[in-house]
């Protein structure tokens, strides 16, 4: 049996069996698996190329009767036959082979290549192998730029987290500055207070001595006389009492309800409603702006009422200093 009879009877169709003998070069095993292999091609079941030019041959021969007409014939077949050899349309630049004119646009869009020209070479389909290996890979690129994508997540997270880092350490280094600017503010007015305080101690102190000698020279003048008009009288010298110091600010000491200090220096002539405003608009206990204010000393002891909030800070004895408490 040879082994077209031998595929027939397999049950291959004779235009298959005879284009895998043509094929493969006669062996049953490998016609069967190139028929197999090229089961899903569209031209299969075909005549092959040989019979198919021979039909148009005679044909022709059949049709024309003059030279003319059959050379026109032969010409015409001969153009059929190389636009049914153009398959496929083949890249020149990588050699792959693509069915459609939409997939040779992409490919060139997606590769960069320009060369592409008709090949008689036919598109093979891909077998379930090929097909679960494409899906394979496929879904391991999906993987990896799925874990590029988070990487990069992650490593902009942490770029904004450093940022935010960075910014609170700026945050807090001006704020400690401000502060040490604030103390050193403080500090330095407590000391020139406090040598205003000594020359004023010293001038009455100078004052009360020139007052004694006066007073010496007064009564020593009174013994030696006898007590006549006509001794001279010391004149005592007029006292200058110390001049009080007037205060255009006042530096307040606010301690709120949690224990947290809040320094604020205000006019002396500012109402203490003023400095009420101030720790409702300033506090950082949690407490909201709309809640109440009352403030109060410790010493001397006294709650100020709603009437003193009009009246100036001078006023209510709170300058050149003072500690205020508020209570809830």
């Known amino acids: ?14 235009n298959s069996a005879k284009k895998a003998i043509a094929a493969t070069g006669g062996g049953v095993e490998a016609a069967m698996e190139w028929i197999l292999a090229h089961a899903d091609d569209p031209g299969i079941n075909d005549p092959p190329a040989d019979e198919s030019k021979q039909q148009q041959q005679q044909t022709a021969e059949g049709e024309s009767e003059g030279g ?16 049914e050899e153009a398959k496929s349309i083949k890249c020149d630049d990588c050699g792959k082979l693509f069915k459609t004119s939409e997939e040779v646009e992409f490919h060139a869009v997606k590769s960069g290549h320009s060369n592409f020209s008709e090949s008689t070479e036919e598109k093979k389909p891909l077998t379930e192998e090929e097909k679960r290996h494409k899906k394979r890979e496929l879904e391991e690129k999906i993987k990896q730029r799925r ?53 004023a101690r010293q001038r009455v102190k100078e004052q009360i001595e020139r007052d004694k000698q006066a007073r010496k020279a007064m009564f020593a003048n ?6 006549s008009s006509s001794a001279p009288k010391p004149t005592p010298q007029p006292t200058t009492p110390a001049q009080k110091k007037e205060y255009n600010t006042t530096r307040l000491q606010i301690r709120l309800p949690s224990g947290t200090p809040m320094v604020k220096e205000f006019q002396a002539k500012e109402p203490l409603s003023a400095v009420r405003l101030w720790i409702s608009l300033n506090r950082e206990d949690g407490a909201g702006a709309e809640q109440p204010v009352n403030l109060s000393m410790s ?14 800070l001078d006023v209510l004895g709170l300058v050149p200093s003072a500690v205020l408490m508020v209570s809830k």
């Open 1 to 14: 049996m040879s082994a077209l009879e031998t595929l027939l009877e397999m049950g291959f169709s004779e």
């Open 68 to 83: 003319e007409q059959s050379a026109e014939g032969t010409s015409s077949t001969s153009e059929a036959k190389e636009d």
């Open 147 to 199: 874990k590029e994508r988070e990487q990069e997540e992650e490593k902009e997270a942490r770029e904004r987290e450093k940022r935010r880092i960075q910014m609170g350490q700026e945050i807090a280094e001006r704020k400690r500055v401000m502060q040490e600017l604030e103390m050193k503010r403080i500090a330095e007015e407590r000391r020139r207070e406090k040598i205003e305080d000594k020359l």
């Open 222 to 227: 009174k013994t030696e006389g006898d007590g």
């Open 299 to 312: 010493f001397p002891r006294k709650i100020f009422t709603d009437e003193d909030m009009d009246k100036p």
